[in-house]
């Protein structure tokens, strides 16, 4: 193998890890077998160097510094870069006049055995090819007009699906530590997980929390249930965050993500999401006569739209059930047949 400038390889238990080294800065690097490998060490060696113009990652990196970029919640933005870092390592030299629908479409086709990831990356593609519109570098947007899906959106499964009794029984039987405070906090409050992560023990104050959502920047105000304070009373206390890891420090996003994946596996509850937790709330309060104004003080959602479709599926329990009653008591006054 030919020895490559600044590439260092190291080997642990069984596996090549490849790192670009040079002047104390360290990074790492994709599979040597992958097309990725080389496109990450070219950017690499050329350091800090401006892209070249008309290029994919000149134009992302123009979308990064403006305006538009910069008025998104802290979230949003590190949701966005992280779609964006995804294609720069596979697409970042290429000439953005040169993206058409039908190498949006072949993305795609790339990316179908993880639907909502791939649906993440083209929504991200399609804000920053429309961006490119406007500010001269493409003629027209190769998305179909009207509503991003249209014939590029890959269909999802059930998505963030509200669990199910017997799956809360078996995850709170299992999980234990963080996972299970996370998750308690979540299945009580409706927050989202950066919300979670984020909240800190002064957040809690007689008897409700106060937090502002990462995503919205909306201050809420949530009434602790009695279940959630028994959860949070028997929680041992590290440090200022409520969720930590055993150190007491906070987790990152992806460190608590893997540990919650562990959780889900080991307790059989595979196909139910943190996120989902949300829907859960929302959907025991339509359950118990609750109104989707209700459900949305407590998730947090500007749009009602969101609301009415994690309820949707308990409303329509509701009425059905109450529909039953209804034509039981019709049947039982009319005389038996035969």
Known sequence: ?????????????????????????????????????????????????????????????????????????????????????????????????????????????????TPGRANSILRVLRIVLAFGVERGHLQVNPFPKGRPHHGVMLKLGEGNKPWPSWAREKFEASATGATLLAYKIALHTGARLSDVLALRWSDLDDGVIKFTQKKTGDAVV??????????????????????????????????FQSIWQRAIRNAGTRGYTFHGLRATLASEIAEAGGSDAEAQAFTGHRSRHMVEHYTRGARQRVLAESAVVKLERKRGKLPNSG
Request: a positive charge; aromatic letters at 12%.
């Open 1 to 113: 193998m030919v020895k490559l400038q600044h590439v260092e390889r190291n080997r642990v238990k069984g596996k090549t890890y490849y790192y670009f080294r040079r002047a104390g800065e360290r990074m790492r690097l994709p599979d040597i077998a992958s097309p990725e490998f080389w496109e990450a060490y070219q950017r690499a060696k050329q350091g800090a160097s401006a892209p070249a113009f008309g290029t994919f990652r000149h134009l992302v990196t123009e979308y990064k510094s403006s305006a538009d970029f910069k008025r998104l919640a802290d979230e949003t933005r590190a949701s966005y870069t992280y779609q964006l870092d995804a294609l720069l390592i596979r697409f970042g030299n290429l000439p953005a006049k040169g993206i058409s629908c039908e190498f949006i479409l072949r993305l795609r086709d790339s990316m179908q055995d």
């Open 222 to 255: 949530i009434p602790v249930q009695p279940a959630l304070a028994t959860a949070l009373a028997v929680a041992v206390k590290k440090g200022v965050f409520v969720v930590t890891r055993r150190d007491g420090r906070p987790f990152t996003r992806s460190g």
